[in-house]
């Protein structure tokens, strides 16, 4: 009878061994579909919002498009456009909103500075991050095509650039395709050229207007277009938009004609002394240069401390200079020039404040460091520094 009584008892005592581990091992299967289950949540969740902000993908082979993507610098993002040689339905993914119809021609509008895509069936990476704080950009202009200052971009690291205009010669679309082959995946402040507005193509391209303000951190630029009896529109959008940039640490102005110049074109004194009545009636405001292009050669000009650059030419023709026929009694006779030179007609107009000339292939690069801005003229030939010029203040 013992036996019996002590067989059950340690039968249940088992029994509920049993019972313990299995509810032990339930509650640690609970604890750990709990954590994995949290972990992956976290991760989601804080996932989402960089794939909704930054992460595309364009949904083409980058065998399929002709050129691009280029990336434009707009108020409240970035215009992305991109061209395909077929007509193809082409997004951005992540941006269903984009354009997706069949066409050569894509353009989505990214609601935001920042971007990082890639292309499919291609090791194309492409990501932006405009930075607090800009150190430098770089000033180009006159590429007619050329794809010398795109293909020398790669190889300096910088924020953003400025293009002043003549970013084609003959409005095809074959120039862009050239043009942008080894673009450096940075986006791009666009004025309009002469070139450019007379074929008027671009327009789909850029999707900026002749005249527009554009914030980029702590710096204010006007971009306006003065030629083709345009003049009128510029300055009164000037003059009309000024206290835009009141708030801006350094502020500069982009247009295609220049307000002073020794190249072929000239200066057009009607449109120089609008500018300078613009600059000294918003003097309180802090400018520190005028960004030019049209005549294909690398000027500066210095006026009540305001720096007028013609950035140079990156594609166009450099022999003007030199022409009895085309320049008249402004025609060069040295390599460079230096210094005041003599005014002697309507297009040498403000030549007093001239610093100095040269008739090369040139970049402007322009760096911000303090309360000094650093404008470095580089030959794009053989790479080395033509000049610098240096703002304090
Ligand atoms: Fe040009």
Redesign the pocket.
Known sequence: MNMIITEVSSQKQKLRHRKIMCSLIISIIIICITAIGSVLLGYLLHQQPKQTQYQQTISVNQSELCYGPLAFMHEQGTRIHWCTKEKVESQLVGYPSGVNTKSHYHSTFVNSTNFNYSIPGSDVQYSYYLPETIKKFVVMT?T?GNPKYTTLLNEIDFDFMFHNG?LCENGDLSELEVGFANWPTKPMLFAT?N?DYNFNKFNHVVERPLHYYQQIRNIGVFVIYTLNNEDKDAFNFLNDNAYLAEDSDHVFIVTHNPTYATGGHGAISKLSKKMEKFLDTHSNLNFRAVFS??N?VFTAFKRKELLYFVNGVGG?HLNDVYSKQKMGDRVWKTEELHGPLEEVNDQSYGYQYHLDSYSKYTRTEVSIEGNKIIYVIRDLDTNTVLRTYEQTF
């Open positions: 006159d007619h003549d050229g070139h292009g049209h294909h166009g």
